[in-house]
């Protein structure tokens, strides 16, 4: 008899130690909160935005939440980190993201691969390069540009550079272009009494007519007797 009131004390101690712990140890949440993110910006290339980024959050069953307000970036950035948090009794959600801006193009300029060939006037093909640089998403490469015709006095060639987050920088490069000779035609000589009188006709871009006699003065294999921009000349 007093085996069995033992045995019924002890189960009763026994439950109220249980009844204690589960009033004491909070439970878990079987729906932990739910975070969903909205980005709104441009996107460019490489995972890069070239405009101003907005980050949106949402909440669902959340009782405390941190970090998780609307955020907009507008300052070029490398890499910013937002994060929000939510928690809900024992349980809490953290979802971040990472943002990458460059709302900048790169710097472009063009870089010829000679100086002009005479008197500011190039007369060969030419290659011109362009070359840039970019602060924060880096520089992704840059275009070349040949010219070889037709002559110009105001030719250009245009090119670019590109970063990698998509923007692109445009330059250009004016110059002059001559690649064709001048020339004389219609060349006559007469003689004359004593002496020879040559005429001629030239292009509209003839600077200079030279003029060689052979055999030459003083017993020169040939001399240059005349050096003018004019259409004849008397020897």
């Not at 405009?51 to 405390?64: D, K, L, P, Q, R």
């Not at 970019?134 to 040949?146: E, I, N, P, V, W």
């Not at 923007?167 to 004389?184: L, Q, R």
């Amino acid at each position: 008899m007093h085996s069995d009131r033992r045995r019924g004390s002890r189960r009763l101690v026994l439950l109220c130690a249980l009844l204690a712990t589960l009033l004491v140890t909070p439970q878990a949440s079987a729906n932990p909160p739910e975070i969903t993110v909205s980005i709104f910006g441009t996107l460019g290339a490489n995972g890069w935005y070239r405009s101003n980024v907005t980050v949106n959050w949402t909440v669902v069953g959340a009782e405390i939440s941190t970090g998780c307000d609307a955020k907009t970036l507008s300052a070029d950035t490398a890499g910013t980190k937002i994060t929000c948090s939510a928690s809900s009794g024992g349980d809490e959600t953290i979802k971040s993201v990472t943002i990458k801006l460059d709302k900048t193009a790169p710097s472009a300029a063009a870089v010829p691969t000679r100086p002009p060939d005479a008197n500011g006037w190039y007369n060969q093909p030419l290659t011109v390069s362009f070359s840039g640089a970019d602060a924060t998403s880096g520089l992704a490469g840059c275009s070349s540009a040949q010219y070889a015709g037709p002559d110009n006095v105001a030719a250009a060639l245009v090119g670019s550079c590109s970063d990698n987050a998509g923007n692109v920088k445009g330059a250009g490069f004016s110059f002059k272009y001559d690649a064709t000779a001048p020339t004389i035609f219609a060349v006559t000589a007469a003689r004359r009494n004593r002496s020879a009188e040559l005429t001629w006709r030239k292009s509209s871009d003839t600077q200079l007519v030279v003029v060689v006699r052979a055999p030459g003065r003083d017993g020169a294999g040939e001399s240059v007797i005349h050096e003018a921009a004019g259409a004849g000349y008397r020897d």
